[in-house]
């Protein structure tokens, strides 16, 4: 841990992008590791008003439950909580924060009222501040549980060294081998670690100034200026060209709102395929970001989605070629998000066009768009939306092309020359039950004659022009006058005012 604390120190001495102070006002609760009795216990601490530096803690619960604040036990803890009653991960959470010379601690289970929901939602509302005045968020990035703890031994760099000299001065080398799969310069903090699957973990990562790793084979510091590993003896810069690492970047520094936009279908693309617990986390768990994104941008923000993004940002579908799996065991029906907002699907999804350097040419005109909260946070959950548009709608006929790959669907050209118009990608597949059905589909627009891209949709009720999204359509091949595609299909169809829902 000494090391960790050169790195830490030197990172807030020397970066001239990474945060500076060392005093911050603490979240309203937070953990007091130094008790005027002087034992290893602790207790949690109450004050709205307080300052100091404190550390945050990203962690997996597992499978079991971990020590928990409740409302029977919030009095109880402010006086003491015995470091013995901690689960492993809570301990070396707590140990590493003393070795760093830090007082203070925030552990989410620690420090949110588990069985009150307004407690909950009022304290996700201030994550954002919580992980950014952190001076360094603790990643048990190996710790599959709370119980599993992330303070071990871990292995000892194994090489070849050798002392070349120029007989006058000589230096000591070693070489080290790694495997294909363990570059130990490429930025991901393990990508197959059980914290990397986590969708709370990305959030807590990028709104983190610094995160401390303790990996399965080293520790290292991600900051905003580079990366430090505990076996490498010279820090790793941000030269990378990922996702994450364009992720990592401030907000603010991103220029354009059209590249803060690509931020976000990124962010999306990557957060949209973690795993969660409960799956009416899924706007919430990306709250705080959303609010980072909107104090940088001054966007609208609707359910996951940017109003000045639209339509282009309703461009979301999922896979079917893409290997997705459900990113939550959850069972819930409850609400989560209107139909044409990316958070309603329940896997990861793709954009039909991340790249915003394309000029999109559209005709779809939003009249009104809203999205109603479940809570106080703008950013969190809603209990319903929807998008008022005048734009061209029409039927068409899809079918199974089970040829290219099973699940692959094509929408069907009314001329016997022409095989299909585009792809029909279901935001549902296990809800399509013919191999031949009609859809409506809803244009959205085009990026150059030959990507055209409308939206899916079925009539809700005996509501007149109120419509729920079912999928998106793709058309990325040539559209003609020889060979007449997607584009060509709403030719001549009049715009009339639909609602989305």
Known sequence: MSLAKRWLDDCSASHPDCPKS?????????????????????????????????????????????????????????????????????????????????????????????????????????????????????????????????????????????????????????????????????????????????????????????????????????????????????????????????????????????????????LVATYSSLGLTKITDRLPALSGLAADFQSATGAKYLAGVWHEDMPRALTWYISPWKKSTAVSSSTSSSYLAPSWSWAVAKSGVTFAMRSYEDEFYSDFEIIAAEATLASCDPFGAVTGGFIDASCRIRHHLVEEWPHIEQGTFCIKSANPDISMLGFYFPDDASKVENHEFGIWLLYLGRYSVDQAVALAVKPVGDERDTYERIGLAFAGFLDHEDAPGLVASFQGVAKRRVRLI
């Not at 971990?66 to 013995?84: G, S, V």
């Not at 709370?146 to 000591?172: K, N, Q, V, Y």
């Not at 990996?215 to 490498?232: A, H, P, R, W």
């Open 22 to 266: 060392l005093i911050s006002r603490l979240p309203s609760r937070i953990l007091d590791l130094k008790p005027s009795d002087g034992t290893s216990d602790l207790r949690l601490w109450v004050d709205v008003k307080s300052y100091g530096c404190y550390a945050t803690l990203s962690h997996c619960w597992g499978e079991s439950q971990p020590l928990r604040l409740m409302r029977a036990t919030y009095d109880e803890f402010q006086i003491r909580i015995e470091y013995k009653s901690l689960p492993k991960t809570f301990q070396d959470a707590v140990t590493a924060t003393r070795l760093l010379g830090l007082r203070y601690l925030w552990i989410d289970s620690l420090c949110i009222i588990q069985d009150s929901k307004p407690d909950w939602e009022e304290q996700c509302a201030e994550m954002r501040r919580i992980y950014k005045d952190s001076f360094v968020t603790l990643a048990a990035a190996a710790a599959s549980g709370c119980e599993s703890g992330f303070l071990h031994d871990r292995p000892i760099l194994h090489g070849t060294t050798i002392e070349p000299s120029d007989g006058r001065s000589s230096c000591r080398l070693v070489l080290s081998h790694y495997g294909v799969d363990e570059d130990p310069f490429y930025p991901l903090p393990e990508p197959n670690s059980p914290l990397s699957r986590r969708a709370w973990a990305l959030q807590e990562r990028l709104l983190s100034g610094r995160v401390l790793y303790f990996g399965t084979k080293k520790m290292y510091l991600e900051c905003f200026t580079n990366i430090q590993y505990d076996d490498c003896h010279y820090p790793v810069k941000w030269i990378f060209e990922s996702v994450l690492t364009v992720l990592k970047s401030p907000i603010d520094q991103l220029g354009s709102q059209s590249k803060c936009f690509e931020y976000w279908t990124s």
